[in-house]
């Protein structure tokens, strides 16, 4: 047997957790204090032998066919059957039972907190963008005032000194027209 607590059979029947101080092998069960007085006072029960829990768990279980004893294994399974329903009742169960409870709640919350920074990152990604789009509509309105400012500023100079030159060509055109003019008279 393992070193774990035995708990009471009747209790862990009723979903309560009380260790057993005693075994009783006829009825192969565990009984809490409580539970054990009961039993010593039913007539039918009131002879079985009672070992300490710590002579019990030192008794090896048989897990070897014997035909002569077994009835061809029935007997066995029979007990094997008992062995595993008291599973359930004893410490250790409910122990790694918690932790199990515990670790589904601590993925439960990981699962959570995940699908969280999934929401969080998409929003994130998506203010990101936006401020892509919006500082390079910027950047291009920036560039078409550069762009309109240049193209005003060259027109304006072209303008200028298109100007000058039809100021130069009137003057040197009458120049011209005077020098032939002033040829003839």
């Not at 009380?18 to 539970?35: A, T």
């Amino acid at each position: 047997m393992s070193d774990s607590t035995v708990m009471c059979g009747v209790c862990c029947l009723r979903h309560f957790s009380k260790p057993s101080p005693g075994w009783y092998l006829e009825c192969e069960v565990g009984l809490c204090w409580d539970c054990k007085e009961h039993h010593s006072l039913l007539k039918a029960t009131r002879n079985h032998n009672i070992i300490p829990i710590t002579e019990y768990q030192k008794v090896p279980l048989n897990v070897k066919c014997d035909i002569e004893t077994h009835n061809n294994c029935k007997d066995l399974i029979e007990k094997e059957k008992n062995y595993i329903t008291d599973v359930k009742c004893s410490a250790r169960f409910q122990e790694v039972e918690e932790m199990l409870n515990g670790t589904a709640e601590n993925i439960k919350r990981i699962r959570i907190n995940r699908q969280e920074n999934l929401t969080s990152l998409e929003e994130e990604r998506k203010k990101i963008q936006n401020n892509i789009i919006q500082t390079r509509i910027k950047i291009n309105n920036h560039l078409d005032k550069l762009q309109a400012d240049l193209i005003q500023n060259i027109n304006a100079k072209v303008a200028k000194e298109n100007e000058k030159i039809q100021k130069v060509l009137k003057t040197l055109g009458k120049a011209v027209l005077d020098k032939r003019i002033s040829k003839y008279f």
